[in-house]
């Protein structure tokens, strides 16, 4: 599963607008996922400190 998250100032507009993901110019940000009933094993890596979320890839457009 992917999903694309547009991380810019403005709006980029029309469909995109859904994953839009409004952020400072230039500035710090942080992005935190937010798993719901997780499965038993991504509960344990969690709490083992073992959990890997992908890495972000910037795209531009």
Not at 20 to 30: A, D, I, N, T
Not at 38 to 55: H, R
Request: aromatic share 12%; no cysteine; proline share 11%.
């Amino acid at each position: 599963m992917a999903t694309t998250l547009w991380r810019i100032g403005n709006a980029p507009g029309g469909d995109k607008d859904t994953n839009w993901l409004p952020s400072p110019k230039g500035g710090p940000f942080r992005v935190t996922f937010r798993i719901y009933s997780p499965a038993q094993q991504l509960v344990d890596e969690f709490f083992a400190m073992t959990l890997a979320l992908p890495s972000l890839d910037p795209v531009v457009s």
